[in-house]
């Protein structure tokens, strides 16, 4: 993260009580351009909140929200919302409009050129995987729940914003759709450079997309870090209670081959064996590798190492963090 940049985002001390509940109480953190905050915690906890409070669809009570130096409430609502792209838990599409007209909604407030938002279109739904002649002329209600989210994404993605808030945006697919749309959505070209917080109950979610997490509970901010800090240096035990259930598939999903082969001779040996660089990368999880050694597709690049070997460096590299918890 370059320190010497301003902020995109800075947050502080940002409250917010709906009568005597205090639904937000005292969240402050700084985003960085192009990094990804996920908002976790358990339902209720004040995610949605805390996320409507950054485009001014909820006013805080106390604390301030700057966005590139500048404080949101010297900005018009409806102006500061063109420059902030924003997914909706339910996908929120207009039911008369189609997809085309759907996307096209910001760029044509923001007085964009018909051809440049036909065009603007047209390279999204190709990027989100909905071929434009296709779908841009079709109605929400005729796609499936999964396609409805993609065309909520290209639809606050259109006017290009440089910061982007979602909102459990992958919340009403089943588990094996989600997980395929979060390898897609991480894998967007389009989203690397942007500022994003997204808001998710969900763990492993959280785990695969976010940069930094900010753990909430009743409002308050319970921890602020990489994944990885929050697995292996929980700031408390509502924060290790939380990871409890999914520590050890969260742990194979953190820790990379680089981390487990650390200080074992086995790396070096991948090293001298490695036929494709690209894909034997030492940034790729224990838990991708896993998946690789176990699938039956043999047109994935073999490692030079075997499921027990890997396990066998992944129990040191766990016990090289708790060793150095203790320290
Ligand atoms: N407009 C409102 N008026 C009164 N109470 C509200 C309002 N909006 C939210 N709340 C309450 O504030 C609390 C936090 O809600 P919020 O939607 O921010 O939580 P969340 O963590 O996003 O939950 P979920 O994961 O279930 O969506 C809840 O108890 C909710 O009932």
């Avoid at 680089?258 to 070096?268: C, G, L």
Wanted: glycine share 6%; net charge negative.
């Amino acid at each position: 993260m370059p320190t010497h940049q301003p902020p995109v985002v800075r947050v502080s001390h940002l409250s917010k009580h709906f009568g005597a509940h205090a639904v937000v109480q005292d969240v402050s953190f700084e985003l960085a351009a192009g990094e990804t905050l996920v908002l976790l915690g358990p339902s209720g906890c004040g995610k949605t909140t805390l996320l409507k409070m950054l485009n001014r669809l909820v006013e805080p009570d106390g604390g301030t929200v700057e966005i590139n130096g500048r404080d949101i409430l010297a900005q018009r609502p409806e102006l500061l919302r063109r420059g902030i792209g924003y997914v909706i838990q339910q996908v929120g599409l207009l039911p008369h409009y189609t997809v085309a007209e759907n996307i096209a909604v910001v760029p044509r407030l923001l007085g964009h050129a018909p051809a440049a938002i036909a065009d603007r279109t047209e390279a999204l739904l190709t990027r989100l995987h909905l071929p434009p002649a296709r779908y841009a002329g079709q109605l929400p209600h005729q796609l499936s729940g999964g396609q409805q989210q993609r065309v909520g994404l290209a639809r606050a993605l259109a006017a290009d914003p440089p910061i982007v808030l979602l909102d459990e945006p992958f919340g009403a697919l089943d588990p094996l759709t989600r997980a395929s749309i979060r390898r897609e959505f991480r894998e967007l070209e389009e989203l690397r450079s942007k500022t994003i917080v997204l808001v998710t109950h969900d763990v492993t979610e959280a785990f695969e997309l976010a940069d930094r997490i900010l753990l909430l509970d009743a409002g308050q901010p319970q921890q602020l870090g990489t994944p990885r800090e929050l697995l292996f240096r929980p700031a408390n035990e509502f924060v290790r209670r939380f990871f409890a259930a999914e520590r050890l598939a969260l742990q194979l999903r953190t820790l990379t081959l680089a981390d487990v082969f650390v200080e074992t001779s086995h790396w070096n040996m991948a090293d001298t064996n490695r036929r494709d660089s690209d894909n034997l990368n030492s940034q790729i999880t224990v838990n991708e590798a896993l998946e690789r050694l176990t699938s039956a597709d043999t047109a994935l690049p073999s490692f030079p190492f075997t499921v027990a070997q890997l396990m066998a460096a992944f129990g040191e590299a766990l016990q090289r963090e708790e060793d150095a918890w203790k320290r």
